[in-house]
Antibody, heavy 121, light 107 residues
Framework: QVQVVQSGAEVKKPGASVRVSCKASGYTFNGYYIHWVRQAPGQGLEWMGWINPNSGDSHLEQKFQVRVTMTRDTSMSTAYMELNRLTSDDTAVYYCARLHVIASTGVFDYWGQGTLVTVSS | DIQMTQSPSSLSASVGDRVTITCRASQSISNYLNWYQQKPGKAPKVLIY???SLHSGVPLRFSGTGSGTDFTLTISSLQPEDFATYYC?????????FGQGTRLEIK
């Protein structure tokens, strides 16, 4: 069965970096883009970008282009999202999600459990 | 960017009620509209994709309609497990955007 498992919660100081991992199993890792979405406490969902596990190409939402890097390790079926120069505004739960194209529509059909990143001095 | 606006932002209803949530896009998105349910402390789960297609395993009491800019999610008879927050999401063009959410509470 398909599973997407993320790394555990992190506490970071302002200015630091964090890397969140997203390990997929139960399907062909290279066959589906992985997207990252974050959710600040009590807030809605904010899309960050995607990575193509097959090519390694990524596309980031404009506000994240300077501070975010998305990578993958195909041998481990794992995607990574690194966020640099953290501020308190980056305190959020970070989700990875598999994009499945059904009837020409992309839908996030499997999500990781979320990783809470807390930025605090 | 395409803005997605949901209404209402919150809603109180009783078990057995019929509930409708609306999502409006700032420009036409054809039928590239998905609906998700999120419970506290959990990841979102897809309910409806392509505006009106029921995702595998989702109960038949959930349905979606719409095309262009106006979409609705309907729950025909609320069950206790349906009290959650619901989000619409457009996949028509990047950046992918979500509605602000509709919190469905027990009356």
């Amino acid at each position: 069965q398909v599973q997407v498992v993320q790394s555990g919660a992190e506490v970071k100081k302002p200015g630091a970096s964090v890397r969140v991992s997203c390990k997929a199993s139960g399907y062909t890792f290279n066959g589906y883009y992985i997207h990252w979405v974050r959710q600040a406490p009590g807030q809605g969902l904010e899309w960050m970008g995607w990575i193509n596990p097959n090519s390694g190409d990524s596309h980031l939402e404009q506000k994240f282009q300077v501070r975010v890097t998305m990578t993958r390790d195909t041998s481990m079926s794992t995607a990574y999202m690194e966020l640099n120069r953290l501020t308190s505004d980056d305190t959020a739960v970070y989700y990875c999600a598999r994009l499945h194209v059904i009837a020409s529509t992309g839908v996030f059909d499997y999500w990781g459990q979320g990783t809470l990143v807390t930025v605090s001095s | 960017d395409i803005q997605m606006t949901q209404s209402p932002s919150s809603l109180s209803a009783s078990v057995g009620d019929r509930v409708t949530i609306t999502c409006r896009a700032s420009q036409s998105i054809s039928n590239y509209l998905n609906w998700y349910q999120q419970k506290p402390g959990k990841a979102p789960k897809v309910l409806i994709y392509a505006a009106s297609s029921l995702h595998s395993g989702v109960p038949l009491r959930f349905s979606g309609t719409g095309s262009g800019t106006d979409f609705t999610l309907t729950i025909s008879s609320l069950q206790p497990e349906d009290f959650a927050t619901y989000y619409c999401q457009q996949g028509y063009s990047a950046p992918i955007t979500f509605g602000q959410g509709t919190r469905l509470e027990i009356k």
